[in-house]
């Protein structure tokens, strides 16, 4: 169920705009929590990746005095990756296109990110009851 409800807010995501390719909700230590990814690329080393990046980002912005990470932006010549922390526990990362529009996908992804903590804190909530 929960991976139905975080599939949701990935299509959702994907669907606001034509420049986003995919998007996935991951663990923090890596693992794939939802998806929706080209069949070419491997949820696994996406995961990986993902978890490894962010970690790097967590420790640079502290260690340069830059306060608490909230993004991390790759751009490539085929592209955009994008890694925003939903939580503590959960990343999003998003692959779009690259002439993307970047201040709505900021936007779209802020706001799906939001709506992942949201889910992840109903969860919480409802484990302790």
Known sequence: MRSEMFSSILRELNGTSADIEASAVISTDG??????LPAEMDEDRVGAMSAAIL?????????LSRGTLEQVLIKGDH??????????????????KPKARLGLIFLDVKRAAEEIARQ????DIGGLV
């Not at 970690?55 to 260690?63: F, I, M």
């Open 55 to 63: 970690s790097l980002g967590d420790r640079s912005a502290a260690e």
């Open 31 to 36: 693992l794939m929590i939802a998806s929706m």
């Open 120 to 123: 992840l804190r109903l969860r």
């Open 79 to 96: 592209g955009y990756i994008l890694m925003t922390h939903a939580s503590e526990e959960a990343v999003l990362t998003v692959i779009a």
